[in-house]
């Protein structure tokens, strides 16, 4: 029992879209009447059908059908040899079912397309586009992409100038539009241009876009610049007659306050120590509810004995000798300086000091303390291995009465070389 299969056309061929018929032959080789199913295997069974798709046959029998194979316009369908089987199966002796051989050449079909994304770009030096290639058909595509524009107004710049899509895919392109020369203000300018897209062995697609060129200064440049130049002359004005005025006010206030309160501070220990008091203009007059002092033009007699103080102007600046052949600031006394080491130590006046300024100097780097004290109250303590030098400046001086001393405690704690840490004060002394 059992079947066989004929077909009349082992190996043909079909374009893609179309079809085409093979004949075949299907005998009874069996003792009994069976039907035989026909179908078709391997790739092409999709796009395959048989007619009739079953036959009934007697003993020794032989009846005819068609297989059409039709395959799709697609890119899925591929192209070049695709072998198949048909096979009739028997009903009542599965075991006895019989397979021919054959095969279809599928051609090759070009389907492809193209899209410029966007149509038009706008720019002052460039534009930018976007080609999208889409092959439809199926077989492998290779296209070359050019550009040009009928005014020869623009630049191209291609990026990749050919692209290769497989069936089915996309294939993309950068296209950079650049004007050949730019202006700087007026109405944009249309540039249009063609893009072809070229496949191999195939006519081009042809895309149209355009470029709107634009001015390098845009539009509300000039209104920006005048408006910007406006508002730099109002700045100018508000800080000339408002800011300005403000801030010099200001500025002075904040130092006349300083400055009385200074004065106040110094009139205060003046009169706490029995001496002339600074005048409110600052001159060398009384103050405070004391005794008028001489005019600032005259100056003290000197503490050393014979000889009249040298009198000036009104009001006059000059220095006025004092004890000891020095000189007066009107209002404020003689000058001193002098400096405390471990060789000397303390120091006295001859009068009320006044000390406004102390400078710690630590050549060596010594480690330790240095204490500087008005006769045994510390008035300030440092640990030398914190500086080098080290200025102090009092707005409100320190006073050293006549009856007290200036001391300087120092400890270093390397005992291997020389404690030469000293301090260097400076200020003005008042004599009775």
Known sequence: MGASVTLVTPAVAVDPGQSVSVAVKVRNTGTVV????????????????????????????????????????????????????????SKEDPAGSAVEEGSVTVGVFADPHAELVPRTSRGSSSGSHDLAVDNRGNARLNAVVEA???????????????????????????????PVSRFWRGQPKTRPFQLFVTPEGGLPITLDGTMLQESILPPWFLKALIALVALLVLLVLAWLFLLKPS?????????????????ADINDVLASQGIPTLAPDGGGGGGGGAASSPPASEAPSSSGGGGGGASGA???????????????????????????????????????????????????????????????????????????????HFVTP???????????????????????????????????
């Open 148 to 178: 040009t524009d009928a005014d020869r107004q623009l630049k191209f710049d291609v990026n990749p100038p050919s692209v290769v899509v497989e069936p089915g895919m996309a294939g993309f392109a950068k296209v950079k539009v650049s």
């Open 314 to 392: 009104p009001g006059s600046p000059t220095p006025t000798p004092a004890g000891g052949g020095g000189v007066i600031i009107p209002g404020l006394g003689a000058p001193i300086d002098g400096t405390l080491n471990q060789k000397s130590p303390s120091t006295a006046f001859k009068g009320t000091a006044f000390l406004t300024d102390f400078v710690f100097s630590n050549p060596n780097g010594q480690e330790g303390a240095v204490v500087v004290l008005r006769n045994q109250t510390p008035l300030m303590r440092l640990r030398l291995e914190n500086f080098r030098d080290y200025d102090l």
């Open 34 to 89: 069976d039907e035989f199913a026909l179908d078709v295997l391997g790739d092409a069974a999709s796009w395959a059908t048989i007619t009739p798709p079953s036959l009934n046959l007697f003993p020794g029998a032989e009846g005819d059908a068609q297989a059409v194979f039709a395959p799709p316009r697609a890119a899925s369908t591929p192209s070049g040899l695709v072998p198949f089987g048909l096979r009739a199966r």
């Open 247 to 263: 801030i010099q006010s200001a500025a002075s206030e904040a130092v006349a306050s300083p400055l009385q309160s200074l004065k």
């Open 398 to 432: 320190i006073v050293i009465g006549a009856n007290d001393t200036l001391n300087l405690s120092l400890a270093c704690e390397v005992t291997t070389q020389p404690c030469d840490p000293a301090v260097l004060y400076s200020g003005y002394i008042r004599t009775p």
